[in-house]
Every structure is written in structure tokens, then in C-alpha cells.
């Protein structure tokens, strides 16, 4: 399974449609021959029990599973009599959408990049059926204003399975330790930040919490922290006219020549590159920064 940082990175990178949602209760008698599925589409199975079966794979099918099919799948339907299952069902198409520096990219078709296919356990399940029920609820309903929330809905369905997934990886506690680190970085970025006071300030090894970071949010501690101060140099070069020396020193970096470095390898053009390109030349004025 991917680690939750980089699936969310993946799943940023696409857009989505729904295009059926379901909630089905099972007859005991109920049974589905063998069939071939040319779409995405969420099983989640909410009560009861049976046998999903993928690609000739058995997988026992029981309250908190998480089904995921991809386009070319084989996939079989076998309740349990005696306890018949209960279930919803989300299908979508997707596409690849991203955009970097004003540039866009599009990829029609994900049937084989999609990251998720199989089964999975989830474990915060009355939030994920919440999120279910909505969305057949506004299944049933027509308009503009309803099929836009149903979007939202399936954002926060997808950001509420990838929080699931990363509670595999990290601990409660140990959560709230890292929230906290990457809070002091957010207020305290152009300050001397160090690893070894961060996983002090978590209550953890150096690393242990270096992992657990990088399982969290799918960055290191350090580069978590150079994307938080290229963020904010890149906001005063679009939006300011400081000079570059006092935007280099504003997000933590003394010596300007190594920030336009660092940016460059980050941003992948100069800062003054990257101003130009946004309409604002860097200007020579004196004056600290509010």
C-alpha cells in the first residue's frame, strides 16, 4: 500500500466525475455471476458478510472493507445467508490534471496509474459510511449546486480514506507530535530550524521521527521545511517588490546566492526568472520586511 503522503500527492494530481452511487442490502438468495468492470469504482461493505472475488481471488467481505476495482477487473458477488450483505457503492471516471508554473498537463485515461486497486480495512468507519450516505443522498437529487457538492463530497470521501490509511502508519499521540513540529515550522520557517530540536520538540528519536515524517507527509523534515520557505518566497516575488537579498533573508536564508540556488533546484528557474514570469520585477528598495 502507498504511503498515505504519496497517495495524496498522486491523487492531486487527478480530477474526477461520479458517475453512479448506490447502497445496496443484500437478499440472502442474492447472488452475481462473474463479471468484467470497465470502471473505477469504491465497494464499501457497511454490515453483513460474503466473498468478493477479484480476478479469481477470494477476499472475505465484512463490515469496515474497503473494495477498490479498476477498469479489467473480473469481479464476483457471494453473500452470506445468514448475514446478508450490506454495502455502497461509488463509481467514477478519472483523469490526470496537474499544473506547474501556468502550465497545464492532461492525461485522458488513468485505467492502470490509479493508486489504488484491491482490498483494504479501514478503520474509522462510521466516518467513511457518513460520507457515503451523503453522497447517495445527493445521488438522488438534480442540480448544478448538488452535483458541486457532490464533488466536495468525494474530495473529502478520498482525504478521509487516505487519513485511514495514514493511521496504519502513525499512532494518535505520535500524530499530534508531528502536527505539532510542522505548526512550529509553519510560524517559525525563516528561524534556524533543526532536525535534532524537532524530534526533541515531537518527543522522539531523531530517526524514528524522521520516518514517521516522512510517512506523515510524504517529505522529509528538512525538505518539508525548504518547500515551506520557497512557498513563501515564491508569494513576496509575485506579490512584492523587495529585493532579492531581503526576500532571501525574510524566509530564513543569509546568503542569497545559496537561496537562488536552492530555488532554482526547487522552483526549476531563478527567483528573478520566476519574477519576471509573474509580472514583477525585483526591485532595488530599501526598508526590512513587515
Request: proline share 5%; with cysteine; net charge positive.
Amino acid at each position: 500500500m502507498l504511503r498515505p503522503g504519496e497517495l495524496i500527492k498522486q491523487l492531486n494530481d487527478m480530477v474526477f466525475t461520479i458517475q453512479l452511487v448506490g447502497h445496496t442490502k443484500c437478499d440472502p438468495s442474492w447472488n452475481k455471476p462473474p463479471k468484467q468492470h470497465q470502471f473505477h469504482s469504491f465497494w464499501f461493505v457497511s454490515k453483513g458478510r460474503g466473498t468478493f472475488i477479484l480476478d479469481g481471488k477470494h477476499h472475505t467481505a465484512e463490515a469496515g472493507k474497503l473494495f477498490v476495482i479498476v477498469p479489467g477487473t473480473v469481479f464476483e458477488r457471494v453473500p452470506d445467508p445468514q448475514d446478508p450483505l450490506e454495502y455502497y457503492l461509488v463509481r467514477f471516471g478519472v483523469a490526470g490534471a496537474s499544473e506547474e508554473e501556468g502550465q497545464w498537463t492532461f492525461r485522458p485515461s488513468l485505467n492502470g496509474d490509479f493508486p489504488l486497486n484491491g482490498v483494504y480495512t479501514l478503520q474509522n468507519s462510521p466516518i467513511i459510511i457518513n460520507l457515503f450516505e451523503q453522497l447517495h443522498y445527493l445521488w438522488q437529487r438534480r442540480g448544478s449546486m448538488v452535483a458541486m457538492r457532490r464533488k466536495i463530497l468525494f474530495y473529502e470521501l478520498l482525504l478521509a480514506i487516505a487519513h485511514d490509511f495514514r493511521s496504519h502508519y502513525v499512532a494518535g499521540s505520535t500524530t499530534l507530535a508531528i502536527e505539532h513540529t510542522i505548526e512550529h515550522m509553519v510560524n517559525h520557517y525563516p528561524e534556524d530550524l533543526n532536525l535534532a530540536d524537532l524530534a526533541a520538540m515531537a518527543g522522539l528519536s531523531l530517526s524514528h521521527y524522521s520516518r514517521l515524517f516522512k510517512k506523515y507527509t510524504g517529505y522529509s523534515p528538512i525538505d518539508y521545511l525548504v518547500h515551506l520557505r520557497m512557498d513563501r518566497a515564491k508569494e513576496l516575488l509575485s506579490l512584492s517588490d523587495y529585493r532579492l537579498k531581503a526576500i532571501s533573508q525574510s524566509v530564513g536564508y543569509q546568503d542569497e546566492f545559496y537561496f537562488s540556488r536552492l530555488f532554482k533546484k526547487i522552483v526549476g528557474m531563478s527567483p528573478t526568472a520566476y519574477a519576471r514570469k509573474h509580472a514583477n520585477q525585483i526591485k532595488l528598495v530599501s526598508g526590512p520586511l513587515s
